[in-house]
Every structure is written in C-alpha cells, then in structure tokens.
C-alpha cells in the first residue's frame, strides 16, 4: 500500500463506532461527564420534575412550552389519541401471533398512507405529524396488543396524561401515583439518545425526501432488535429463567461460557455506567418494596446479576435492565416492553427527521470493497 492509498483512505471502522456521522442540536450523550442532555437540559431534571408531554414538547419544538403551549400541545395529543375505525380493523385483521413490533410497524405505515399531511415535508408538517405519531403509537400498542390477546380495545381518557392514559388503556384502570410517576420517567428516559440505531434510521430514510411515516417505519424495523430495543424484554425474559438470587451465580457463568449476550448489559457509548440507569433503579425499589413478595425478590435477583456483571466482566446494566423491571412490576405483558419503547422514541425520531429536513443532504456514506476484482466471467452454459 503506497502513502497516499494509506491516508486517503477511510478510518477503518466497525459498526461505524467512533465516527460522528452529522451535527444535532437535539441529544447529547456525553458519558465522560456522565451526563445525557436534552436540548440543553439533564434528563435527571426532566426525569425528576416533568411530563412526558413538556419533554416531547422540547424535542419536537427545541424550547421548554410555556403553560399556554404545553396546554395547547396536550390538546392535540389527546384528540390524536383515539384511532379510527379502518386501523382498528386492520390491527384486529392481523393474526394473534404477528410480533407486536410488526404490528406496530404496519399500523404506522398504514397511518402515513392515509395521512393528508404525508408528502408535506415542510417543517410545519413535520411537527403535526410527529405529534399526531407520538398520541397514536401508544393507542397502536395498547389497542393492538388487548385485539392478539381477543379483548376489546379501551378507548383513551382525556383527563389522564399520557403516561396514565397508555397504562389505562392496557388495563382499563387508571394507574396509581408511584405507577404513573415511574412509567412517565421511563418514558422522558426512552425519548431521546442521540444517533442510536433507530433514529439514525430514521434520518437516513427521510434524507431521501421520503416522508415522516416512512423514517418512523424504518426506525421501528430498527428497533425491533434484540441489540436495540429487544433488550428490555430480554432482560425480564432472562430475570424470570433464573428465578431465585441463588441462581444467578450459575445461571451466568453457564450463559457467559456459552458467549451468551446478556440483555440489558453494555453499551457502545456507555462504558462507565449509562446516566439513565441510576435515575430508573431508586423508582424500582420504591415499586418492589409496595408490592413486596416475590416483586422483592425479583429485584433481588436482578441485583445480583448486576454484581456478577459487574465483577466477572466488568460490564455494567444498560436503561433497559432497570426499565424491563418496572414494567413487569407494573403489570405489563412482555410483548409490549419494546413498543412502549417505540412510543417513547417517537418524540426524538420527529426532532431527528425535522432536524434533517430542515437542512438536508443525502446520507449516503461509502463502503470499502473486500471483494475479489478482475474475475472471468464464464457463460452460464460452460458453468
Ligand atoms: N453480554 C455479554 N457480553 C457482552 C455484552 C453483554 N450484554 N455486551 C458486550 N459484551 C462483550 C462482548 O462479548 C465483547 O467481548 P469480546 O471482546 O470478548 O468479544 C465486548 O463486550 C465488546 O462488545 P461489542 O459487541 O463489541 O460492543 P458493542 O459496542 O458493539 O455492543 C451492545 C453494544 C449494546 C450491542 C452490546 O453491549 C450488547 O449486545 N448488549 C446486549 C443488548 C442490549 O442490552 N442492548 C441495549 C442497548 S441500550
């Protein structure tokens, strides 16, 4: 390799680890202060003293709302929230055993479908229409979730938050104050982490000048993953395998010897500690210790696969180790864990996908080719 083929070509890199791949005045995740900004403010102080709806309000409108706006925004969130009668119908007409994130994906596709906004890219546009996404989704989820399991959708209530009104929909009770305060951080948690996977996506497909729905459609398939939002489903999933604390030591090494990956553990950025982390795990105490029994335990357990963690391979809990928790002590079905996440993401998508329609140019990066060159080709009939 000559000098100049040494430095004219691209870092070599994996997974396009270490590479900033575009400017965002959104998130930022900045693990060496151990901090995770939103718009200029730590998601600590959001986690601790906001709604759901006032962050959203922030990503989407890059401005904290005034008691005026974030009235006005609630407004339009909720008449968004009930869904028409032909989506109802196309999520009754999917069968029972359709991945919930599948369901969720062709729900969102078919909204862009016949949203009158779809093809208006202007910044105006965007913003409806991520509002209108972000009061459907968990209309989508609850709603597709009760028709698999052969019940009645239950229509929202407008006098409940967001966060109160999804766990109403599920259960068809309004959630206590612990209940909603836990489920609402978790969800300020999940709205925005910079250029992760699904929203990286997301700005990918509409730099094409395709449209909002579509970069939502293309970050759900995202997120889908076990390495992205799986995780958190994963997590309970492995927490209800093992069982009894006692367990846990073997469980593990077992699993780790098996080159096992271990959910809700790690992280590409994180490698000191994820800054949501200890903001979920006070909130499942608190829940464990209302209900006591086996939620204690449960929380037990999953101490004691963080320590072994922790000591054996030096790798530390990710939000959805915690946030998997709460929401199995919330009485939440699994199949929901990672579309509650989709929900919650719905707020940083919108701001990503105006962000880059607001000053866009093609992502389209280069590739560095491995293959063989100067190949024969040989007619199919000699082959
Ligand atoms: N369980 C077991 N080992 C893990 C691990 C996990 N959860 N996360 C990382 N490791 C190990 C890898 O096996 C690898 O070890 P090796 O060098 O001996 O092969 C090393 O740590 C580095 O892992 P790598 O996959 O290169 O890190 P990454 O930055 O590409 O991956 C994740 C980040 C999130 C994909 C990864 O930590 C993971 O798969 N976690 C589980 C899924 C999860 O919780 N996702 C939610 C993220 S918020």
Do not use: C
């Not at 009235?71 to 909720?78: D, G, I, K, P």
């Amino acid at each position: 390799m000559t000098f100049f083929t040494m430095i004219s070509m691209p870092p070599k890199t994996r997974g396009l680890e270490g590479i900033i791949a575009g400017a965002s005045a959104i998130g930022e995740v900045d693990p060496r202060n151990e901090r995770l900004i939103y718009r200029g403010y730590d998601v600590r102080d959001l986690a601790q003293q906001a709604s759901y709806e006032e962050v959203a309000y922030l990503l989407i409108f890059g401005r904290l709302p005034t008691q005026a706006e974030l009235a006005a925004f609630t407004a339009s969130l909720v008449t968004a929230r009930p869904l028409d009668l032909a989506v109802l119908d196309l999520l009754r007409r999917m069968a029972p055993t359709v991945h919930p994130m599948d369901r969720l994906r062709t729900a969102v596709s078919w909204l862009g479908a016949h949203d009158p906004e779809v093809s208006d890219n202007s910044h105006e546009a965007n913003a409806s229409k991520a509002t209108r996404l972000i009061a459907q989704i968990p209309s989508l989820v609850a709603a597709g979730y009760r028709l698999s399991q052969g019940q009645p959708p239950i229509p929202p209530r407008s006098e409940l938050s967001h966060a109160e009104n999804f766990l109403f929909m599920m259960t068809g009770r309004p959630p206590d104050t612990l209940a909603s305060r836990v489920f609402n951080t978790s969800l300020i948690l999940y709205a925005e982490h910079g250029f992760n996977a699904s929203t990286f996506a997301a700005r990918v497909t509409v730099s094409t000048l395709s449209d909002l729905h579509a970069a939502v459609t293309s970050a759900i398939g995202a997120l889908k993953g076990a390495l992205h939002g799986g995780a958190n489903e994963g997590a309970i999933q492995m927490l209800l395998e093992i069982g009894e604390p006692s367990r846990v030591d073997g469980w593990l090494r077992d699993a780790l010897a098996q080159k096992k990956r271990i959910m809700g553990f790690g992280h590409r950025i994180y490698k000191r500690g994820d800054t949501r982390v200890p903001i979920m795990k006070p909130l499942v105490r608190e829940l464990a210790e209302q209900l006591g029994g086996s939620a204690l335990k449960l929380r037990e357990t999953a101490e004691r696969v963080e320590t072994i963690m922790r000591q054996t391979k030096n790798i530390l809990s990710n939000v959805d180790f915690p946030t998997g928790l709460a929401y199995y002590l919330l009485g939440l079905p699994l199949p929901v864990y990672t579309p509650i996440f989709a929900a919650a993401r719905m707020a940083g998508w919108g701001a990503h996908i105006i962000e880059q329609m607001d000053d866009n140019r093609l992502i389209r990066p280069e590739s560095q080719y491995t293959g063989p060159h100067n190949l024969p080709y040989i007619p199919l009939t000699k082959r």
